[in-house]
């Protein structure tokens, strides 16, 4: 969920081709006062909010007050894995990885299935969306403090352990592309050190049936330009993919198999 130019990524805002089909202004009015409504539950909701019914709820009103269709295939994102330990022990949780493109990923995995989050630390303090995340139960992870990357690991893999799964985003930054950036390996670890299965999913946008970049959070765009042009889209779509899990005990494999997954069948957006 962080701008792509954060890590020197080729994608920018030019990324984001035209012309886009736009709403009436009447429209875009209309979605702004009904995104308004649903941001006032959540924000009213409190703590409940991090319950699963609560929060994909909340997620298909965003979704629905911003006019984006979700499109989900048969498959679960959990995994139900082998039991740790005793017979009646819990199943680990399993490991969500997504490619990313927007800001929106996050609300179309969360209606798709309400999970645990796995966030960088500058979301959590962002005005409304920082307090929404944190009170949805997000994790929050500091990408650049290399020093606290094994504590983060730990936790992730306590947190899959306890049978609770977790969406992460190892491209660590946002392209206009599936195929933009490689998986990086450290949450992979803590899949490997929980036993955790790991569930690729690839994330496409699509306008009127065909392929689109409206969506993507690039550059040094703010995150209202980028809301705004979401809002105005018409026939805007998200496609959530889910790919067979992988199992495995070395994080380099896992993130490999899990890339080539998730970018399957697709065509580089940069030569």
Not at 39 to 59: D, K, S, T, Y
Request: aromatic share 4%; net charge positive.
């Amino acid at each position: 969920m962080s701008p792509a130019v954060a890590t020197g990524a080729l994608c920018t805002p030019a990324c984001v081709t035209g012309p886009v089909p736009r709403v009436l202004r009447a429209e875009l009015v209309r979605r702004y006062a009904a995104l308004a409504y649903e941001i006032g539950l959540g924000v009213a909701q409190g703590e409940r909010l991090a319950e699963p019914h609560a929060l994909r709820a909340r997620a298909r009103g965003i979704l629905g007050a911003l006019g984006v269709r979700v499109e989900e295939g048969p498959e679960r994102l959990t995994v139900d894995g082998p039991r740790l330990g005793r017979v009646n022990g819990p199943r680990p949780g399993t490991l969500i990885v997504a490619n990313h493109i927007s800001w929106l990923d996050v609300v179309s995995l969360l209606a798709v299935e309400p999970v645990t989050v796995l966030a960088k630390r500058e979301v959590g303090q962002w005005p409304v969306i920082g307090t929404l995340a944190r009170r949805a139960g997000s994790q929050f992870i500091d990408r650049d403090g290399l020093r606290q990357l094994p504590h983060a690991v730990a936790d992730l893999a306590s947190t899959l352990r306890s049978g609770r799964s977790v969406l992460v985003f190892p491209q660590a930054t946002t392209w206009c592309s599936v195929l933009g950036g490689r998986f990086r390996r450290a949450t992979f670890q803590a899949a490997a050190d929980a036993g955790a299965p790991v569930r690729p999913v690839t994330i496409r946008y699509y306008q009127h049936g065909t392929r689109s970049t409206t969506a993507a959070f690039l550059g040094d765009e703010t995150f209202g330009a980028s809301l705004h042009r979401v809002a105005r889209a018409r026939g805007l779509t998200v496609r959530v993919t889910a790919h067979a899990p992988l199992h495995g005990s070395d994080r380099r494999e896992l993130a490999a198999d899990a890339q080539a997954a998730v970018g399957a069948h697709e065509m580089p957006a940069h030569v």
